[in-house]
């Protein structure tokens, strides 16, 4: 009787059953889907794929190939704001005071070249200056320190800014339906997965190693709707 009552409720338990397997084996995520096919893609050199969903490498000639993993852990989210319209911005201002700056250097160069001229000849050869000359020499070292703080500053927010944008659109890419990232306002997902693999090196030696995997997706949204990115690897360590 009481074995009857057992295998009653074999029916509904099973499917439960099997999704506490599932869940325990880590399932098929689109974070280890993304993963399998990184891996896949390098072990295959398709640089192709890789560059459709990776933008860091995993070269075999030097770090070896993966010839299987199991997930040991997936950490929990982190969001942060997207920031491509501020550091565009930042890029603009930076930009255009590098624009005035140039200008005014170049008016000053204009209007002292002979003595500038004298001022280099004489620094090439290490002869002292004195009068006019000495007065443009120390104006001309303050010009060319300040042009490299200045293109400096200009450098570095076109970088950050194109840092920013790089994953985003990466990310966000669809070829049948493109998008302006500087249109949108979204968050950066991060996400790090723990794997257990065994890694191949190049000189055919088996090992086994904890590797974690970076993990990024841009979440938008503008004017014309909201978009869901895809998950890229940014990172092995």
Same mark, same amino acid.
């Given at each position: 009787m009481h074995r009857r009552k057992l295998l009653s409720w074999l029916p509904v338990v099973a499917p439960i059953l099997v999704l506490f397997i599932l869940a325990g084996c880590g399932g098929s995520t689109d974070e280890q889907q993304v993963i399998k096919k990184y891996f896949d893609a390098s072990r295959m050199r398709d640089q192709t794929t890789l560059a459709?969903?990776?933008?860091?490498?995993?070269?075999?000639?030097?770090?070896?190939?993966?010839?299987?993993?199991?997930?040991?852990?997936?950490?929990?989210?982190?969001? +942060?704001?997207?920031?491509?319209?501020?550091?565009?911005? !930042?890029? &603009?201002?930076? @930009?255009?005071?590098? /624009? $005035?700056?140039?200008?005014?250097?170049?008016?000053?160069?204009?209007?002292?070249?002979?003595?500038?001229?004298?001022?280099?000849?004489?620094?090439?050869?290490?002869?002292?200056?004195?009068?006019?000359?000495?007065?443009?020499?120390?104006?001309?070292?303050?010009? +060319?320190?300040?042009?490299?703080?200045?293109?400096?500053? !200009?450098? &570095?927010?076109? @970088?950050?800014?194109? /840092? $920013?944008?790089?994953?985003?659109?990466l990310s966000v890419y669809d070829a049948r339906d493109p998008i302006n990232l500087a249109d949108y306002d979204g968050e950066l997902v991060t996400k790090d997965v723990t794997i257990s693999a065994t890694v191949k090196s190049p000189d055919n030696q088996s090992a086994q190693k904890q590797l974690v995997v970076t993990l990024h997706r841009a979440e938008v949204k503008g004017a014309a709707g909201a978009r869901l990115g895809r998950w890229l690897v940014t990172g092995i360590k």
């Open positions: 459709n969903i990776a933008t860091v490498p995993f070269r075999p000639q030097e770090e070896g190939t993966i010839q299987r993993y199991s997930v040991v852990s997936v950490g929990e989210a982190q969001r +942060r704001t997207l920031r491509i319209k501020e550091l565009n911005a !930042a890029f &603009e201002a930076a @930009k255009k005071q590098d /624009d $005035e700056f140039t200008k005014k250097k170049n008016n000053y160069q204009d209007a002292n070249i002979e003595a500038i001229d004298r001022v280099l000849r004489a620094e090439r050869e290490n002869k002292p200056l004195r009068g006019k000359d000495l007065d443009v020499q120390k104006a001309w070292v303050k010009w +060319r320190e300040d042009t490299a703080a200045v293109s400096k500053k !200009a450098s &570095e927010t076109r @970088k950050a800014a194109s /840092d $920013e944008r790089s994953i985003a659109e």
